[in-house]
């Protein structure tokens, strides 16, 4: 889901109300707070030429919330733009927000609190339970306050524990957030003895968590103007503040952050160019053992995954990763209290921000990203109303645990002699896998399928510290085998390689693996462009022309040059109208074999889910066509690798064909093709068992082979001796090979 289309970089600009010198007072007197609808760009810009001050970063179509001052109210009823006043006067609902907190008594978390609340509210918690909680200054902002952070960690728990932080209030108005890391310190320290899930993942994990990383802004907002959003940087010319969530280093400087020092996403004049960012950013570097991380903001009710500077999505297999997290984290919130955040990646669901926290935590240092925005789902924004704080913490304290739980159970698997893509026919082949992580003793196990089959669980050899050995048990010739591996964690979580399984797994084929074809697009193989209603943007072949300003690719995938791109020219140039069809060759495919169909595609489209790159595949020689994948916008190259028995039989005339559309023309669509392939594992001659060095007869010399062998597991090769392919050279193998002892091979 694409919650906006377009995004308007908002410049909070001149006005009495936006005076900002520490210590003015900015009130909002007789100020409406509208929801207006927005159907498309212009009304943006017709109703920014209205007001600017805009209740949220984000400023696309459908509904939004502004605050008019006076005086302007004839201005949007010129407008034409549909609109509901959610309050007459803005300072009344700023006022009503001081008196509910003054007035609310009882719990920390049924209201809001100032900076110096914040602090002897850690103090408070650390008092109950210093030998689990520690406070301490990651830093200090530019006007010289300490950011502080809680460290929480129980006794135990393996070497170099991994850790996760939740950090809140990089932007000063976002009030929700600051409760947030505060009642995950609270929850852990008050029930650490009395919950056995908390207790064990306190025990096996440290938990990193920052409550105000902007606490000059966040001071400001109490003090002058609720509605801050930047640090208090003075940029001069009477302008304060740089957007720290713009200032992180990955793709800085990019869409979706501001040059201007007047804008609500200034991203400051280079990257970590602000105290507070770089206080986070070393005591990450500091921290290697962080893996995963949220930053919580508000508002929206998003939970929202990297990249947040492109539209794409992470490359495999932290892709997969992401996504099952993001249901994950969504499911948990849901369960709560039934409030429903959307989740995606930041760029593709919510708008692109070049220099966000979590693409670079995830971008540099590999640790798992998220910004998480808390309610409101809209009206009224920024002022959540006080008794929404302790649900809102609640809900959000199920998906950290969600977080801890996966890093707490994290386990990567690693395979030395990397992974195999072809098997020797009726040869057993044996894979080393190194496994790292809490697992519990015996659950190591390797699942494989013959020929789409039902999966078959067997048992790898543990070889000690942390090695295994996993069989795949001999195949005939072309067999094809899906297999992945899979371990059951201490806490009782299973975790697979790849993380998908088994709705995805590695695979195989029994056979000899060779070309077919292979194309890497610098010379012409024999494609041909069709166009159907296109009115721009064909294929065309050529080294990337783009400077991926319209979302094209600026380099091909496989760094040979070229590659197929539509309409390959800077600037405006994309997909109108269409498809543009990319259609290779006819292949001979009659011959016995797996064959398999690889490329790497790119597809970026800013029209949300209605233009596809579709990839389809014939055997009567483009008569009728199946389609393989239909690919939504997202940017960025991916490999992908297709076994065409599952589309069509193979034969004498096997056709693929690339098809990029906008149709009708109304978004920027541009597509790309690279390192195409089409590999074949096939089998020669009967192979003639006991044969062991193949030189077609079973004598005294295949005998001694044997004997070598002997006692040994089998190892990949096709002649040690394991004549029954269950991973040994032993009497069985022995007596087989004698019975046939003398014979000439057929
Ligand atoms: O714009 C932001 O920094 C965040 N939204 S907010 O309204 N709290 O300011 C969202 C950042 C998410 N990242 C990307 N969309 N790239
Ligand atoms: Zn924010």
New binding site residues.
């Given amino acids: 889901m694409r919650v906006s289309a377009v995004l308007i970089v908002l410049a909070v600009g001149a006005g009495a109300v936006f005076a900002q010198n520490p210590g003015d007072q900015v009130r909002y007197d007789q100020h409406k707070l509208v929801r207006v609808t927005l159907p498309s760009e212009p009304d943006i810009r017709a109703m920014l030429a209205v007001s600017e001050l805009h209740l949220?970063?984000?400023l696309g179509t459908g509904e939004q919330l502004f605050v008019v001052p006076p005086g302007r109210i004839e201005a949007l009823n010129a407008t034409g733009l549909a609109y509901v006043v959610v309050s007459e006067n803005v300072q009344d609902l700023i006022d009503q927000e001081r008196s509910a907190i003054q007035t609310r008594g009882g719990a920390w978390f049924d209201t809001f609190h100032t900076r110096d609340e914040i602090n002897a509210y850690i103090d408070t918690l650390v008092a109950l339970r210093p030998d689990l909680a520690t406070k301490g200054a990651i830093g200090q902002s530019l006007e010289g306050r300490d950011i502080f952070g809680i460290r929480l960690t129980g006794p135990g728990g393996p070497a170099g524990k991994p850790a996760v932080l939740f950090n809140a209030c990089q932007?000063a108005r976002?009030w929700a957030s600051p409760p947030v890391p505060m009642y995950i310190a609270d929850q852990f320290i008050r029930n650490y003895d009395t919950d056995p899930q908390l207790a064990s993942l306190l025990d096996g994990l440290t938990l990193y968590l920052v409550p105000v990383v902007n606490p000059d802004g966040y001071v400001y907002t109490w003090t002058s103007n609720r509605f801050w959003?930047k640090n208090r940087r003075n940029n001069g010319g009477g302008l304060f503040g740089v957007?720290l969530?713009?200032n992180w280093a990955m793709g800085w400087g990019g869409e979706?952050s501001s040059s201007n020092p007047d804008s609500e996403?200034y991203r400051g004049t280079a990257a970590f160019s602000e105290p507070e960012t770089q206080a986070l950013r070393d005591f990450i570097l500091a921290h290697p053992e962080i893996r995963a991380h949220i930053d919580f903001?508000?508002?929206?009710q998003l939970i929202?995954s990297p990249w947040?500077?492109s539209t794409g999505e992470p490359d495999e297999p932290d892709r997969t990763i992401f996504r099952q997290l993001n249901d994950a984290v969504q499911a948990a919130i849901l369960g709560v209290h039934g409030e429903f955040y959307v989740a995606g990646p930041?760029?593709a669901t919510?708008?692109?921000?070049a220099g966000?926290m979590p693409?670079w935590t995830y971008g540099e240092r590999g640790a798992l990203g998220w910004?998480i925005?808390l309610r409101p789902a809209g009206t009224p924004g920024f002022e959540l109303p006080p008794e929404e704080i302790r649900p809102t913490v609640e809900e959000n304290f199920a998906a950290i645990l969600v977080l801890a739980d996966y890093v707490a159970n994290q386990v990567d698997f690693g395979f030395p002699n990397g992974l195999p893509e072809t098997l020797a026919p009726g040869q057993a082949t044996t894979i080393a896998v190194d496994i790292d992580g809490p697992i519990a003793a015996g659950s190591e196990s390797l699942f494989y399928r013959v020929d789409g089959g039902a999966f078959v669980e067997t048992s790898l050899t543990d070889l000690g510290g942390g090695a295994y050995e996993g069989m795949l048990p001999g195949q005939s010739c072309l067999a094809s085998v899906d297999y992945y591996f899979q371990v059951t964690t201490q806490a009782g979580a299973d975790r697979t390689s790849p993380p998908g399984a088994p709705g995805s797994a590695h695979s195989a084929a029994a056979g000899d693996l060779s070309d077919v074809f292979r194309d890497d697009f610098e010379a012409d193989l024999g494609w041909s462009v069709q166009n159907v209603a296109l009115t721009d943007g064909a294929w065309n072949r050529g080294v990337p022309a783009g400077a991926g300003d319209r979302g094209d690719p600026t380099s091909d995938y496989d760094g040979s040059g070229a590659c197929y791109l539509t309409d390959n020219a800077p600037g405006n140039s994309d997909v109108d109208g269409g498809p543009t069809r990319l259609v290779s060759p006819a292949f001979d495919l009659s011959a016995p074999g797996v064959y398999r169909v690889g490329y790497a595609r790119w597809f970026q489209n800013d029209d949300g889910d209605e233009d596809r790159l579709a990839v389809e595949i014939s055997n009567d020689n483009g008569g009728s066509w199946t389609l393989v994948e239909s690919v939504p916008g997202g940017g960025g190259w991916t490999w992908t690798r297709i076994n065409v028995a599952d589309y069509v039989a193979p034969t004498s005339q096997v056709v693929v064909r690339f098809s990029a559309t906008d149709n009708p023309n109304d978004s920027v669509t541009e597509a790309g093709i690279d390192a195409f392939e089409l590999t074949v594992v096939a089998c020669d001659a009967a192979p003639c068992p006991g044969d062991l060095n193949g030189d077609g007869d079973r004598d005294l010399a295949d005998l001694s082979v044997l004997l070598s062998n002997f006692g040994a597991p089998s190892g990949a090769s096709d002649d040690d001796g394991d004549m029954d392919g269950d991973g040994d050279v032993d009497l069985a193998d022995l007596s087989q090979f004698l019975a046939l002892f003398g014979e000439a091979c057929a």
């Fill in positions: 949220a970063c984000r932007h976002e959003r957007d969530n713009r979706g996403t903001h508000s508002y929206s929202l947040g500077f930041a760029g919510l708008y692109l921000a966000d693409d910004t925005e």
